[in-house]
């Protein structure tokens, strides 16, 4: 955002009161998708507008996370067939088995 020509950095937030979801389910994925990064105290902002983020290795258990997120993105947006999913999840769990 850019505001009369100056760069600014806007961090917006919301809480979702469980109580007020509908079911399980929904109570559920709003408390997956709220669980904050281990790895964000890397991405400290100290004020420095020309700072660049300097992403950690991630190790394995990361690396799984992020692409079974991605996956469950790609069905509920209806870009990737549910079937097709699970087999990928399969995949991903097998090359773990190595680790």
Known sequence: MKPTGILRFALTCRYIIPETLDNDQ?????RRKSVVPA???????????????????????EDTTEELNHIEARVKAGMLD????????KERLARMEGI
């Open 82 to 89: 549910r079937n097709i999913a699970i087999n990928m999840v």
């Open 39 to 61: 790895h964000l105290a890397d991405y400290v902002y100290n004020g420095d507008i020309n700072a660049k983020a300097i992403k950690q290795a991630k190790g394995p258990l």
């Open 26 to 30: 929904q109570r559920e994925d709003a």
